[in-house]
């Protein structure tokens, strides 16, 4: 059986023929193809699964790059059989290039198949319907994933993150609204702000009179630029978390 077939995709020609060499690529774009071994830079094994009819067969063909001619011709074969079915196949394409211009890709393939046994018994207008199809599956796929690559390709770069001021330049919080003229210091505010407590200095007391709890979080961070010591209520401990994940 032979046949001939024309596919124009939307990407330069040079891309296109990245696509055609990646194994992994191609096996999403054949249809029926499940697991690919690549054996090196121009042989691989892939399982195609073709059910014509009432007959299913996974042949595990290999695939071998005959001749290539960058970015404009390729010539392969492939080999394979499933004894289950007692069938087998063979195949050799040759894809041609042409460079449409404005990013577009002319891709022309001319296949000659042979296929034996089981499933070679269904006649040649049945597997020329069957290869019709398959080829029109290929084609959408093809196209899908060089739209795909061209639309990662553009993708913006993520944007960077901004790093925190260090503790020694971070602007202070407005200050708290007077309190009383003589507070007890036994009692602290039942929810201290921790944003309060960034301090430079090597020792751990707290600002605005506030005390230290043993249920209070501690945690210095050791800079070039010296220590920082945070210190957060228990009642804070999501926040503090956030920040700390922030620092990563």
């Known amino acids: 059986m ?12 040079a891309r296109v023929w990245d696509l055609l060499l990646d194994p992994r690529v191609m096996a999403g774009c054949v249809p029926g193809t499940g697991a690919v071994e690549v054996l090196s830079g121009t042989e691989y094994l892939a399982e195609i699964t073709v059910k014509i009819s009432f007959v299913a067969a996974r042949f595990k063909v290999r695939t071998r ?18 004894a289950s079915v007692a069938s087998s196949m063979r195949q050799e394409s040759e894809l041609f290039l042409t460079d449409l211009g404005d990013g577009q890709t002319e891709l022309r393939v001319r296949v000659k198949a042979e296929v034996l046994g089981r499933l070679g018994s269904f006649g040649l207008g049945m597997m020329a319907t069957k290869a019709d199809r398959m080829w029109d599956e290929f084609g959408a796929n ?38 009383p003229a ?12 921790w944003w309060q407590r960034l301090v430079g200095a090597a020792a751990p007391a707290a600002p605005l009179g506030e005390r230290r709890l043993p249920t209070d979080i501690y945690v210095e961070l050791h800079r070039a630029d010296g220590v920082v010591k945070v210190l957060w209520p228990a009642s804070a401990a999501p926040e503090a978390v956030r920040w700390l994940r922030e620092l990563r």
């Open 2 to 13: 032979e046949l001939e077939k024309t596919l124009t995709v939307a990407a330069p020609i």
């Open 65 to 82: 790059i005959l001749e290539a001619r960058a970015p404009g011709y390729l010539r392969i074969e492939g080999t394979g059989e499933d």
């Open 142 to 179: 093809f196209a899908a994933a060089a739209r795909h690559d061209a639309e990662a390709a553009g993708a913006p770069a993520p944007a960077a993150v901004k790093a925190l001021p260090p503790a020694d330049e971070a602007v202070p919080p407005p200050a708290p609204p007077p309190g």
């Open 182 to 193: 003589s507070p007890d210091p036994s009692h602290g505010p039942a929810r201290a702000r």
